[in-house]
C-alpha cells in the first residue's frame, strides 16, 4: 500500500461511519460561492480539520468541509472551499480531498472557481466552461511515488473534462437563458495576482481564465478515475486591462453578485444525465 493511499484510508475510516450515503456527484464551490449551499438541506456536514491526516483551510472565505445533500433527487457531495497551496501546503496535501471522493464512491465531480481573464473579449460576471487547461507553471499533484491504488502512473491527459457532463451543463445553461464562454484555465501558484507582463505571457499562450486552483485538483480526479467538468466564474480583468488594482474583497464581491445565475445552472446541471 502506498504512502499517501495509507493516508486517504485513515482519513476515510475516522468518519466513513458518520456519511449517510455514497453521493452520486461532487461540486467544489471556489472563491465567493459558498453561499450555494445556503439553501440547501443538509445531511452531514465535516471540517476538513476534524478529518485525520487532513490539511487545515486557512482562507476565510473557503470554509474546507465536505456537505452531504440532495440536489434535483441526487446525492451530493459539495466541498465547500478547497486547499490551496499558497496556504503552505504541497501539491499532493492539497489534493486530499479530491482524492478522498474515490474512496467514497464518487463517480463525477465538478470543480468551479473564481478566476482572472487575461482576454480582452471577456467581462467580470462572465461564466466559463473549462474545455481544457495549462498546467505546467505548478507542480504535478501526482510527483512521488505514484498511488497505485487510485491510478497509473502516466495518466493519459487527452479528454480531462467530460464532453458528456459539458452537454449537461450547455443544457442547463440554454434552459435558464445564461451565456456560457468556453475557453482554457490556467493556474499559478499565488497568493500574488499576475504582474502584467504575466498577464501578457498568458494572453500569448492562448489563456482565456486564471487562478489560483482547480488544475491540480483536476489531474488528481483524472487520475482516480473520475469524470470531471469545470466552470470559472470571470471576476475581474487581468492586472493593467483596467485601471482597478486587484482585491480579494472584489473577487468575492463580484462572485457573490451572479450567485443567483451561478446556483440555477448548477441545479439545472443537475436536472440532467450527469
Known amino acids: 500500500m502506498s504512502k499517501e493511499y495509507k493516508l486517504l484510508k485513515e482519513a476515510y475510516d475516522s468518519f466513513k461511519k458518520k456519511i449517510p450515503y455514497v453521493p452520486e456527484i461532487a461540486i467544489t464551490l471556489g472563491s465567493g460561492l459558498g453561499d450555494f449551499v445556503n439553501?440547501?438541506?443538509i445531511d452531514f456536514a465535516i471540517d476538513y480539520a476534524k478529518i485525520k491526516n487532513f490539511p487545515k483551510a486557512t482562507n476565510s472565505s473557503h470554509k474546507g468541509r465536505f456537505i452531504f445533500t440532495k440536489i434535483n433527487g441526487k446525492k451530493v457531495l459539495i466541498m465547500q472551499g478547497r486547499i490551496h497551496m499558497y496556504e503552505g501546503y504541497s501539491a499532493a496535501e492539497a489534493v486530499r480531498p479530491v482524492r478522498l471522493l474515490s474512496l467514497m464512491g464518487v463517480k463525477k465531480l465538478i470543480v468551479t472557481n473564481a478566476a482572472g481573464t487575461p482576454n480582452k473579449n471577456y467581462r467580470p460576471g462572465d461564466i466559463m466552461i473549462i474545455r481544457d487547461h495549462i498546467s505546467f507553471f505548478i507542480p504535478n499533484p501526482l510527483l512521488g511515488e505514484n498511488v497505485e491504488e487510485l491510478g497509473t502512473r502516466f495518466p493519459d491527459m487527452t479528454?480531462?473534462?467530460?464532453?458528456?457532463?459539458?452537454?449537461?451543463?450547455?443544457?442547463?445553461?440554454?434552459?435558464?437563458?445564461?451565456?456560457?464562454?468556453?475557453?482554457?484555465?490556467?493556474?499559478?501558484?499565488?497568493?500574488?495576482?499576475?504582474?502584467?507582463?504575466?498577464?501578457?505571457?498568458?494572453?500569448?499562450?492562448g489563456v482565456d481564465a486564471v487562478g489560483m486552483s482547480t488544475v491540480i485538483e483536476v489531474i488528481a480526479a483524472h487520475h482516480a478515475g473520475l469524470k470531471v467538468a469545470g466552470i470559472s466564474v470571470i471576476t475581474n480583468m487581468g492586472t493593467g486591462l483596467s485601471k482597478k488594482k486587484l482585491s480579494d474583497d472584489d473577487v468575492r464581491e463580484t462572485a457573490s453578485k451572479i450567485s443567483s445565475k451561478f446556483e440555477k445552472l448548477l441545479k439545472g446541471t443537475l436536472e440532467g444525465e450527469i
Open 39 to 41: 439553501n440547501l438541506k
Open 159 to 205: 479528454d480531462v473534462y467530460d464532453n458528456d457532463m459539458i452537454k449537461d451543463i450547455k443544457k442547463s445553461a440554454a434552459k435558464n437563458k445564461i451565456k456560457l464562454k468556453e475557453g482554457v484555465y490556467c493556474q499559478l501558484m499565488g497568493p500574488s495576482y499576475e504582474t502584467k507582463e504575466e498577464i501578457k505571457l498568458l494572453t500569448k499562450l
